[in-house]
């Protein structure tokens, strides 16, 4: 059986990766007045924090249309007998509905649409499992069950400079926005349920990373991490600095550097750092 593995932009895949494990994507856009780019096709991640800093109003950001994934489907109908789609959380997005409604639409191939239940690289490690599983062979009830064992199993934590793009996009309501911006709190947060809420208050971006970064260690030393990325919002170099002290005293570990792209960048913001691994 021939599965092909299907994802969106937004988990923000390394291209060589897609590449080696032949994970296809479908991209989300952002908005800025009447123009809509997509991600990494019309506008890369360097190009869209360049135009936030210059643009008066916060873009907005949209999930592909359905005939995008029905294009894309019935081109992968011809060579696979299925297909599993994995996608952010439907509580951030339409994009799993419009995935799950064009593979009714699609004859000659079975479609698995899958909420991740969150986003990002967390979202891109779920792609490459999938991608591990069908190559070998396994069939897509077999994938479907695995992804659910990493779900229960994947920790993510991330901190954003600025609260107010999260407020203004409605995933962080007014209050703690206002609280966290007068008291200089960077919070650290997590998605529960598909939902981005704070996990622990913390006063400043060092002692924030610190935390993030000792629970990390925690589990490399008491359980087996599979794999872990570190995630930045136009900040490489943190990103690269944490990676490298963490593989210097876990050099077993398979580790990742990722970003926060536009359509997720929108309502983190510049400056936005986070570490997502999975423990077996």
């Known amino acids: 059986m021939k599965i092909a593995i299907v994802t969106d932009s937004t988990a923000y895949i390394p291209e060589d990766v ?37 643009s008066k109003d916060l873009p907005s950001t949209s999930q592909p249309a359905i005939g995008t994934f029905i294009e894309l489907f019935e081109e992968l109908a011809a060579t696979h007998d299925a297909i599993i789609s994995i996608h952010l959380s439907k509580k951030f997005s339409g994009t799993y509905e419009a995935a799950k409604s064009a593979g009714n639409m699609v004859e000659g191939v079975e479609v698995y649409a899958y909420d991740s239940e969150l986003s990002t690289m967390p979202q891109g490690f779920y792609a490459i499992a999938a991608s591990e599983m069908a190559r070998a062979g396994q069939a897509p009830e077999a994938i479907l069950g695995k992804l659910d064992e990493i779900k229960s199993k994947t920790r993510s934590y991330f901190m954003v400079d600025d609260l107010s793009h999260l407020q203004r996009g409605g995933r962080l309501n007014s209050a703690q926005a206002i609280l966290g911006s007068l008291l200089n709190i960077k919070p650290i947060l997590h998605i529960v349920d598909g939902l981005i809420v704070p996990f622990e208050k913390i006063r400043t971006r060092k002692k924030a990373t610190r935390r993030i970064m000792g629970m990390l260690e925690e589990d490399a030393e008491n359980k087996k991490i599979v794999r872990v990325v570190f995630i930045h919002a136009n900040n490489e170099a943190q990103a690269t600095k944490l990676r490298d002290e963490f593989q210097d005293k876990y050099p077993e570990v398979e580790t990742y550097i990722s970003y926060f792209g536009p359509v997720i960048g929108t309502h983190l913001g510049e400056g936005s750092i986070g570490v997502s691994w999975y423990t077996e």
């Open 18 to 54: 897609l590449e080696k494990h032949g994970i296809h994507t479908v991209p989300l856009s952002v908005v800025f007045g009447e123009e809509s780019y997509r991600e990494g096709i019309d506008i890369t991640t360097e190009q869209f924090y360049k135009k936030v800093k210059e």
